[in-house]
Each structure stands twice: as structure tokens, then as C-alpha cells.
């Protein structure tokens, strides 16, 4: 009924909660490398999946598979033509993938939604959003002073200095639908969304996440644009 009944995914330094309410397929991304102003560990984010026509209303299958650390979701659309969405995390960087399979062709529209301070923008036919913290986190200095610790401050690591954070959600044939606004838990969120130009059989959703100390936002958007994927992540992450 809710993120609540969500079911768990884990991959890397990433953890999933999925779950299918009202028909759409949603996931939070999580990682104990997403911190917030205070230190606390926070959301980057979520995705939702909405295909049409409705596939998830006729028998709807959830299912986890432990051993390859997968989730796939099933249904069928009313005329009985199935449809499954196949996810899953890299093991060796932070990469979530989101396999679309249909018997016959299905549009689908895909939404990025937050309720936090993320900017969020369409490039090149994909969607990224990003999050940028203080070089110097007040919060930081005031426990330092309170601690009687000013002269050491210089020697710990401030894990939360210009800590940037977020992704890039690319898939091929998915153009943009323009941003928005929604409700998620009560709350208010801004939503961004991208759409298949033409209905599909196959969609190869991928989401590169990026969370690092970068010295500059050009800097963290550079490395996140590097990251490769070669179709040979899959066989690697099921082999360790």
C-alpha cells in the first residue's frame, strides 16, 4: 500500500526499497555514502515507473531473488501480453539498473522526485540531479568549539566537506517530459520526467550515482559522465 511494504535491494554501497502502489513501480536509492548537512544518512532520492497500458493490475508478481540479488516485478495488461522489470545493483560502482521487457510494445514514463534540495536537469536525451554541501559545515565547528577542540580541527577529516551527491538516468529512446510537482509520504516534491518517444518491447534503464568529496561541481560531473557501463557488469556482479 505504501514505501512501508517495501521489499530490499542491495548491490555495492547501494540499498533499494521497492514496492508497486497504484500500478506504478517505485524505488528509494539509499547509500551510507548520502549524508545530509547534519551527518545523517539520507535519500538521494526516488524513481518512479509508470507503464502503460497498466500491466501491474493483472497477475502482479513481486519477487526477490537473494542469490542474484535481483527483484523482478511481472503482470500482464489486460489483453494478457506480459511484462516484467528486472532490477538490480552493480557490485563494483554505483550503478542501479532497470531492465523493461514486453511482449508487445508499452509506453513508459519515468520520474526522478524529491523532497530535499536537489537540482535536477535534462541532458542529453537523460536526466541528472545533483546536491552540493558547504566546504565548511557550521554544525561542525560549533560541536568542535562546544568539545574544547578548536586547536585540532585542522586534523580530522570533515567527511561532509563539499560532499556533492547524486545521478544520471539515461536510457536509450527516452526523451523529456518536462518537470512537475507531486506528493510522496505527505510531503511535497518536485518531479522530473522522461519518456519513451515511441512505445517499446525493451527498455535498458540505467541510473550512475556519484557521492564524493569533489573539489568542484564541473569536477564531480566530469567523473560521473566517465563512468562506463559494457553490458558486462551483470555476469561480474553475479560472479562475486
Do not use: H
Not at 113 to 137: C, H, I
Amino acid at each position: 500500500k505504501s514505501s512501508a511494504d517495501s521489499m530490499p535491494l542491495a548491490g555495492g554501497v547501494l540499498g533499494l526499497n521497492v514496492w508497486v502502489q497504484d500500478n506504478d513501480l517505485f524505488f528509494l536509492i539509499g547509500s551510507p555514502n548520502c549524508l545530509d548537512e547534519n551527518g545523517m544518512q539520507v535519500k538521494l532520492g526516488l524513481v518512479r515507473l509508470r507503464i502503460a497500458p497498466v500491466v501491474f493490475a493483472k497477475e502482479f508478481r513481486q519477487e526477490l531473488n537473494l542469490a542474484k540479488s535481483e527483484i523482478t516485478v511481472a503482470g500482464k495488461t489486460e489483453d494478457g501480453e506480459p511484462v516484467t522489470v528486472r532490477l538490480w545493483c552493480d557490485v563494483f560502482q554505483p550503478v542501479i539498473r532497470a531492465d523493461v521487457a514486453a511482449a508487445k510494445p508499452v509506453e513508459v514514463a519515468v520520474s526522478y522526485e524529491t523532497w530535499s534540495s536537489y537540482d535536477a536537469m535534462f541532458v542529453n536525451g537523460g536526466l541528472q540531479w545533483v546536491k552540493r554541501l558547504a566546504p565548511v559545515n557550521q554544525r561542525r565547528l560549533a560541536n568542535v568549539k562546544a568539545q574544547g577542540m578548536t586547536g585540532f580541527e585542522k586534523l580530522v577529516l570533515d567527511p561532509l566537506s563539499n560532499l556533492t551527491m547524486g545521478g544520471r538516468l539515461i536510457a536509450p529512446g527516452l526523451t523529456p517530459a518536462g518537470p512537475g510537482t507531486n506528493k510522496f509520504n505527505g510531503l511535497d516534491v518536485k518531479t522530473w520526467t522522461l519518456k519513451t518517444a515511441q512505445p517499446v518491447t525493451k527498455l535498458d534503464l540505467r541510473i550512475a550515482l556519484r557521492m564524493e568529496q569533489d573539489a568542484s561541481l564541473d569536477e564531480w560531473a566530469r567523473k560521473l559522465s566517465a563512468m562506463k557501463v559494457t553490458g558486462q557488469e551483470r555476469e561480474k556482479s553475479l560472479a562475486w
